[in-house]
Structures are given as structure tokens and as C-alpha cells.
């Protein structure tokens, strides 16, 4: 989801190899949250280890980072959620409810035999527990990748920490990232799509449309973001023009104030200023093979040729 910026943004294509050597940063929700949509059994049914514990998500996070590694000497630093804001327990529970009507309606096409109806609708049912996110660390720290818990969301984390010299981007589909202050933001970076990785820089879109870093939030709120629902009718090129005109939501013509729920300011004080923390380390280390053959094969059921391959290729 996320704020509706498409019409607006100024980018540039770059491919993965242009990226060798590079720190990036990665929401470990949102990535893990792909894997656990599309790593499925034919009938939607998610991969598991003997015991029942998921691993789709682990399989995904394994072979994708590895490639990365060791295929583009990309090196991602994956930052996962802290204290979820109380601006977005609504869009939470909304989407839980999607989840349990998803999982209804997979329930009933497996019991008609439809297997592609069942895993159109199992792809919406998938989310993170406590131990996936306890696995999906132990696995990223045995791969020699640093991680970092945020005090908040993890894409306020991966936005503030492109600030770092060290640090080129962060990666994510989500525009809402470039309102929390992401200072370069990569979309579409997959190993099937090499060469049309969209980069977009912020300074380039702010000077580009001639406004400021706050107005830019200011634009976000009136389309409407995670945390707010806008004012209905303002899209991107309607914000930008009212925005550009009069500067600031408080200084907006009353109708379209009296559209904007009250609570507007708490929107823009937690993209200007989100709880992030810089105490996070990105020393990065070999993998730790025999740790890893342990972790995958014995405990988890990954084929031991197939990791091993990987891991040496």
C-alpha cells in the first residue's frame, strides 16, 4: 500500500551490477511477507519442516540473499518492525480481516478441487509470528548479515539509516518511504529484473518540483498515506499544485480542510520525526557454514546438497 506518488516521481533505471559493493537496506517484513505469498505448495499450502514450523519465508531469504551476495556484491542490511504506531492498529486490523476472509474462501476452493482459485487466495493469507522473525534473524546472522531491530516501523529505520555515508539505499516498493526521509530509494530490485531497477533520489524529486521535504509530507497526507485516509478526490498532481500554492496543509482554502481528519499532525510528525535509533552495527562476516547446515538441514529439512551448492557457488 503506501502513498500514491507514481504520477510525480522522478527516476532513473540503473541494473544490479551497477549496485556491486553496496550497502542497502531492507524492511525484513515486507520481503518476508513476498515470500511467504508467492513460496507455496500447488494448493497454497506454505512449506514446512517436519514439525510444522513454516519455512517458505526462510527458503525465499536463503537462495534471493545469497544471489545477491554472491552473484552482485550486494550487501543488504535487513531491519525488522519494533512497536508498531497507534496511527496504524485501523489499517492492521483491516488487514487482518482481509486474512481471515482469504483464508475462508482457500478453505472452500481446496474442498472444490480448484487449486488455482486456492492459491490465489492463500496468497493473501500469509503472516510473520514470533518465530518466523526469531528464524529469519538466526538465519540472516548465520549468513555473516548484520541486522537491525527498529524501535518503530522498520521503513522509518531503513529511510533514516540512508543518511549513513556508508549506506547507498534503501529497498522498497513503497513511496511512503521517501516521506519518512529516505535519501535514495531502489523499487524493483529482483535478480529477474537486472536491468530495470527504478532509483529515485530525493533530492532530485524535491528539487525537481520545486518543493521542500515538508511540503512533500504535506502532499503525502492529502493524497493519503498508511496512517490517514486524505482528502477524498486529491490525488499527486492536485497535492502538488495546492501545496506548491499555498504552502502548507494549515494555510489549505477550508473545504479542503474540513475533508482532513484532525489528526493530520500526528501524520506528519511521525514521517518528520519517527522513533529510529543509531545504535545499529553493519559489520558483515563470512557465512557460517557448518552453523547453517545445521540450522537448515537438520533443524528446518532443507536439502544439505542444495544449501552447500549455494553457499559455494
Same mark, same amino acid.
Given at each position: 500500500?503506501?502513498?500514491?506518488? =507514481?504520477?510525480?516521481?522522478?527516476?532513473?533505471? /540503473?541494473?544490479?551490477?551497477?549496485?556491486?559493493?553496496?550497502?542497502?537496506?531492507?524492511? #525484513?517484513?515486507?520481503?518476508?511477507?513476498?515470500?511467504?505469498?508467492?513460496?507455496? !505448495?500447488?494448493?497454497?499450502?506454505?512449506?514446512?519442516?517436519? $514439525?510444522?514450523? &513454516?519455512?517458505?519465508?526462510?527458503?525465499?531469504?536463503?537462495?534471493?540473499?545469497?544471489?545477491? /551476495?554472491?552473484?552482485?556484491?550486494?550487501?543488504?542490511? %535487513?531491519?525488522?518492525?519494533?512497536?508498531?504506531?497507534?496511527?496504524?492498529?485501523?489499517?492492521?486490523?483491516?488487514?487482518?480481516?482481509?486474512?481471515?476472509?482469504?483464508?475462508?474462501?482457500?478453505?472452500?476452493?481446496?474442498?472444490?478441487?480448484?487449486?488455482?482459485? #486456492?492459491?490465489?487466495?492463500? &496468497?493473501?493469507?500469509?503472516?510473520?509470528?514470533?518465530?518466523? /522473525? !526469531?528464524?529469519?534473524?538466526?538465519?540472516?546472522?548465520?549468513?555473516?548479515?548484520?541486522?537491525?531491530?527498529?524501535?518503530?516501523?522498520?521503513?522509518?529505520?531503513?529511510?533514516?539509516?540512508?543518511?549513513?555515508?556508508?549506506?547507498? #539505499?534503501?529497498?522498497? =516498493?513503497? %513511496?511512503?518511504?521517501?516521506?519518512?526521509?529516505?535519501?535514495?530509494?531502489?523499487?524493483?530490485?529482483?535478480?529477474?529484473?537486472?536491468?530495470?531497477?527504478?532509483?529515485?533520489?530525493?533530492?532530485?524529486?524535491? !528539487?525537481? *518540483?520545486?518543493?521542500?521535504?515538508?511540503?512533500?509530507?504535506?502532499?503525502?497526507? @492529502?493524497?493519503?498515506?498508511?496512517?490517514?485516509?486524505?482528502?477524498?478526490?486529491? +490525488?499527486?498532481?492536485?497535492?502538488?499544485?495546492?501545496?506548491?500554492? *499555498? +504552502?502548507? /496543509?494549515?494555510?489549505?482554502? $477550508?473545504?479542503? @480542510?474540513?475533508?482532513?481528519?484532525?489528526?493530520?499532525?500526528?501524520?506528519?510528525?511521525?514521517?518528520?520525526?519517527?522513533?529510529?535509533?543509531?545504535?545499529?552495527?553493519?559489520?558483515?562476516?563470512?557465512?557460517?557454514?557448518?552453523? @547453517?547446515?545445521?540450522?537448515?538441514?537438520?533443524?528446518?529439512?532443507?536439502?544439505?546438497?542444495?544449501?552447500?551448492?549455494?553457499? *559455494?557457488?
Amino acid at each position: 500500500m503506501g502513498v500514491d506518488l =507514481r504520477p510525480l516521481i522522478v527516476s532513473d533505471v /540503473i541494473s544490479l551490477d551497477e549496485l556491486e559493493g553496496r550497502i542497502i537496506t531492507v524492511d #525484513a517484513s515486507n520481503i518476508l511477507h513476498q515470500f511467504l505469498s508467492t513460496i507455496r !505448495k500447488p494448493d497454497g499450502t506454505p512449506l514446512t519442516d517436519t $514439525e510444522g514450523n &513454516v519455512t517458505s519465508h526462510l527458503v525465499g531469504l536463503f537462495y534471493r540473499t545469497l544471489r545477491m /551476495i554472491n552473484g552482485f556484491s550486494i550487501r543488504p542490511v %535487513y531491519v525488522f518492525d519494533g512497536e508498531m504506531p497507534d496511527l496504524k492498529t485501523d489499517l492492521v486490523e483491516e488487514r487482518a480481516r482481509r486474512r481471515r476472509e482469504a483464508e475462508k474462501r482457500w478453505m472452500e476452493a481446496k474442498k472444490r478441487g480448484e487449486a488455482g482459485e #486456492a492459491f490465489r487466495e492463500a &496468497v493473501k493469507t500469509g503472516y510473520l509470528d514470533e518465530q518466523m /522473525i !526469531k528464524d529469519s534473524k538466526t538465519l540472516l546472522g548465520l549468513l555473516g548479515l548484520p541486522t537491525v531491530q527498529a524501535p518503530g516501523e522498520a521503513e522509518a529505520q531503513c529511510a533514516y539509516m540512508t543518511g549513513d555515508d556508508d549506506v547507498y #539505499a534503501m529497498n522498497s =516498493r513503497d %513511496y511512503d518511504s521517501l516521506l519518512f526521509g529516505a535519501q535514495r530509494l531502489l523499487r524493483y530490485l529482483t535478480i529477474k529484473n537486472s536491468e530495470n531497477i527504478e532509483v529515485i533520489d530525493l533530492s532530485k524529486l524535491l !528539487k525537481g *518540483h520545486g518543493i521542500s521535504f515538508e511540503q512533500l509530507v504535506d502532499m503525502g497526507i @492529502l493524497i493519503g498515506t498508511d496512517y490517514n485516509d486524505g482528502v477524498y478526490r486529491v +490525488g499527486p498532481k492536485t497535492s502538488l499544485k495546492l501545496i506548491k500554492k *499555498h +504552502g502548507s /496543509i494549515e494555510d489549505l482554502p $477550508e473545504k479542503y @480542510l474540513e475533508k482532513l481528519d484532525d489528526g493530520y499532525r500526528d501524520v506528519r510528525d511521525l514521517f518528520l520525526d519517527p522513533p529510529v535509533t543509531s545504535d545499529y552495527d553493519l559489520a558483515f562476516s563470512e557465512p557460517h557454514e557448518n552453523e @547453517l547446515v545445521q540450522f537448515l538441514c537438520e533443524e528446518r529439512g532443507f536439502p544439505r546438497e542444495r544449501v552447500l551448492n549455494n553457499l *559455494h557457488k
